[in-house]
């Protein structure tokens, strides 16, 4: 694949389903080539321990059993998770989409492909799965996963990052739309906006419970004015404009004249 043709394919929004997996094959290969390497050719972790020891002058705890937890954390530490991290670098530098289920992958099959290898040219590893299954399977398997979430997520801390921003501010848009339309919802229920109601007439009907058009359209002349005093002829008209401005008949109330 070119680099034509990958900027052809991240212009469509992401690559083709082959691609993907032939660099998770890869991402694995790169997994299972560095866990091999530092682990069982160079046995990095054990030669770090000796220098620790010797630097110490206490060689001789190699023959402690509490020797054992530390080899573990250096394996884990200096062997695990590097061995992740590579394959999730070059996983998350050419895939770019649904890496929280991508970079799962290449971490599964890298160490998969590390364990067959292992299995077919050194007998003895069989052995040890069975002895000690949390050591040898489950430990290394979670530091590579961390390692390859760690390695893709740093290729990729850009995009998630203005995609983060991106939904925070869509998630903005909408709070200050619902906002607004509150806003204009509001002031279309103020009850100043009728005739003969000012600040301090709509004062005294909100204290009476009319607190919008809405109230208003619903409440009865002579209720209102032995709650208010205001004059039955204002709230009459109030009424009944409140009723056109809300498509209600003012049937039932009684006329200006009576």
């Not at 290898?117 to 069989?126: E, H, K, Q």
């Not at 204009?184 to 600040?199: D, F, Q, T, V």
């Given at each position: 694949m070119n680099v034509d043709e990958e900027e052809e394919a991240l212009e469509r929004g992401g690559y083709s389903r082959i691609y993907q997996i032939m660099h998770m094959l890869i991402g694995g290969g790169i997994i299972a080539g560095v866990f091999l390497t530092v682990i069982y050719l160079l046995d990095f972790p054990w030669v770090i321990l000796l220098v620790l020891l010797k630097g110490l002058n206490c060689l001789g705890l190699i023959f402690y059993p509490e020797v054992a937890a530390v080899s573990v954390?250096?394996?884990?530490?200096?062997?695990?998770?590097?061995?992740?991290?590579?394959?999730?670098?070059?996983?998350?530098?050419?895939?770019?989409?649904?890496?929280?289920?991508?970079?799962?992958?290449?971490?599964?099959?890298?160490?998969?492909?590390?364990?067959?290898?292992?299995?077919?040219?050194?007998?003895?590893?069989?052995?040890?799965?069975?002895?000690?299954?949390?050591?040898?399977?489950?430990?290394?398997?979670?530091?590579?996963?961390?390692?390859?979430?760690?390695?893709?997520?740093?290729?990729?801390?850009?995009?998630?990052?203005?995609?983060?921003?991106?939904?925070?501010?869509?998630t903005t848009i909408r709070m200050l739309g619902f906002e607004e339309a509150e806003a204009e919802i509001e002031e279309a229920e103020r009850l100043e906006r009728l005739r003969g109601i000012g600040?301090?007439?709509?004062?005294?009907?909100?204290?009476?419970?009319?607190?919008?058009?809405?109230?208003?359209?619903?409440?009865?002349?002579?209720?209102?004015?032995?709650?208010?005093?205001i004059p039955r002829a204002v709230l009459l008209r109030a009424i009944e404009e409140a009723k056109e401005l809300k498509g209600l008949k003012g049937e039932g109330q009684p006329t200006e004249g009576d």
């Amino acid at each position: 694949m070119n680099v034509d043709e990958e900027e052809e394919a991240l212009e469509r929004g992401g690559y083709s389903r082959i691609y993907q997996i032939m660099h998770m094959l890869i991402g694995g290969g790169i997994i299972a080539g560095v866990f091999l390497t530092v682990i069982y050719l160079l046995d990095f972790p054990w030669v770090i321990l000796l220098v620790l020891l010797k630097g110490l002058n206490c060689l001789g705890l190699i023959f402690y059993p509490e020797v054992a937890a530390v080899s573990v954390i250096l394996t884990f530490a200096i062997a695990y998770m590097p061995s992740g991290l590579c394959g999730g670098l070059y996983t998350g530098y050419r895939i770019k989409e649904n890496l929280r289920i991508i970079l799962l992958i290449p971490a599964l099959l890298g160490f998969l492909f590390a364990i067959l290898i292992l299995s077919w040219f050194f007998p003895r590893y069989r052995l040890l799965i069975n002895l000690n299954p949390t050591t040898d399977v489950l430990i290394p398997l979670v530091g590579i996963i961390i390692g390859s979430y760690l390695g893709g997520y740093s290729m990729n801390w850009g995009v998630e990052a203005e995609e983060a921003e991106e939904v925070e501010g869509e998630t903005t848009i909408r709070m200050l739309g619902f906002e607004e339309a509150e806003a204009e919802i509001e002031e279309a229920e103020r009850l100043e906006r009728l005739r003969g109601i000012g600040p301090a007439r709509a004062e005294r009907l909100r204290d009476a419970g009319v607190k919008t058009i809405s109230d208003l359209a619903e409440a009865e002349v002579e209720d209102l004015y032995e709650k208010t005093g205001i004059p039955r002829a204002v709230l009459l008209r109030a009424i009944e404009e409140a009723k056109e401005l809300k498509g209600l008949k003012g049937e039932g109330q009684p006329t200006e004249g009576d």
